[in-house]
């Protein structure tokens, strides 16, 4: 792929000042089930380069997923044409380079992103004999769940998934670079039931790593069971504000649509971020920091450059409640004169924008402490494992308003079910309002956080 890549590069340079190529290619095997029976297995290898070229500052693109020649001209010729149509864009300063920002350090090789098990499981013709293996271990541990008599529980759908990507990135700037990475993916959803009541309540868990060894799909199983028959009897609650304590799945849920986009210099340039203007201001309780690490050991998103071939890097957003940065790639960095951090997300069919890798939440001093020691302190108040709905949350506010899913009431630290609640509020005033951080870590896509207890959320029976 790399030669083919510095053939287009060369052939772009003789009508434009800039060119960026970015090559892409994967190897990816999954399985869905549908109940205890395989539905689909599916097996598929992929490849894309993309072409960003600039001509007096204006920007064309074009992308192929043919690794031809004759192709790869068609492909140069379109970001020409596109370049030539384009309207100059004043903030374009330019292809990173290898001195821009961080790319003084160097690339630092994240650890334990790449395992050589997932790569033979893809290349064998037994892949997928392994792959259902691990799916009937999630089956498995789900029937390992001791139920009380008269509870049903059932599998409705489940899936596994493996796969190997490489990325390639080159530019006229001297940019040359590239990253592979491996990861292994699985979850099961189940519905629960019992005999004395026609209530059917869901449950669904699920895991994603870089690596073979480190998933336990027995647990997985276990633990969609659990959240399910756990949930059955619901009580109804009264409408009033409680403390709440979200788990990770539920905190992924709310900040992927809201607090991430809200950091994002893009988003922040174009003043639809309540958080424009307010960097070196507190804008979270003081138990509160986030960092977002590109280079973080297992980060399901970590790789040692991002989409431009800038290194990726630990970068503090919040500390201790005070915004100390946004989310940059090149483009919006040059924009407001500062360094990249190493957040252009892309695919080779789109352009670069900024974006979180792994975000990461901690507490801070008092207010970390364990999740039992969180629930434990809690009077009235409640605990969710996740939310549905967090797509209608506001970007531009932060106002959302979303069911509870799988939700326990809290009183004096037992919990017991409850159904139909929703959750109400801003995402800013939760951040506020932020009192604990637990000791159960995990990451959900591009989140990494432990459960979060917050003082005061309106809940709505």
Known sequence: MLDLMHKGLKLALESCDQVEIYGELSDVFSIDLEREEVK????????????????????????????????IEECVAH???????????????????????????????????????????????????????????????????????????????????????????????????????TYVSAGIAVVASEDRSSEEISGYESKVSRMLGDMDFGWIGHEAVKIAVDSLRGKQLKTKELPVVFSPKAVQSLFAYTVIPQLSAENVQRKQSPYHGKKGTAIASE????????????????RKMDGEGVPSQPTTIVEKGVLKN??????????????????????????????????????EGKGRASKEEILGDILEGLFISDVIGA??????????????????????????????????????????????????????????SPSIKVSRVQVIA
Do not use: W
């Open 326 to 363: 946004y989310l940059y790639d090149s483009y919006t960095a040059n924009k407001d004169r500062v360094e990249s951090t190493g957040n252009a997300l892309r695919s080779f069919d789109s352009l670069p924008s900024p974006g979180a890798t792994n975000f990461m939440i901690k507490g």
């Open 79 to 181: 970001a020409l044409k596109q370049a030539r149509v384009s309207e100059q864009d004043t903030y374009f300063a330019g292809l990173p380079t290898p001195a821009t920002g961080t790319s003084k350090q160097g690339y630092k090789e994240p650890e334990k992103t790449f395992d050589q098990r997932i790569v033979d499981l893809l290349g064998v013709e037994g892949g997928s004999e392994d792959a259902i293996e691990y799916c009937k271990e999630m089956l498995t541990g789900m029937k390992e769940h001791k139920l009380k008599k008269g509870v049903r529980c059932t599998p409705t759908e489940g899936s596994f998934a493996a796969a190997f990507d490489g990325i390639f990135i080159l530019n006229s700037e001297g940019i040359e670079t590239h990253d592979k990475g």
């Open 40 to 71: 689909k297995v599916k097996h598929i290898k992929s490849t894309g380069i993309g072409v960003r070229v600039v001509i007096a500052n204006k920007i064309g693109f074009s992308h192929t997923t043919a690794l031809e020649k004759g192709k």
């Open 287 to 302: 138990m509160l920091t986030i960092v977002d690490d590109g280079t973080m050991p297992l980060g399901v998103n970590s």
């Open 391 to 448: 797509h209608t949350a506001s970007r531009a506010s932060g106002d959302f308003s979303v069911v509870a899913q799988n939700a326990f009431g809290l009183k004096k630290g037992d919990l017991f079910p409850v159904k139909h609640v929703m959750i109400a509020g801003n995402m800013q005033e939760v951040l506020q309002h932020i009192e604990m951080a637990g000791d159960d870590t995990r990451q959900i896509y591009n989140v990494v």
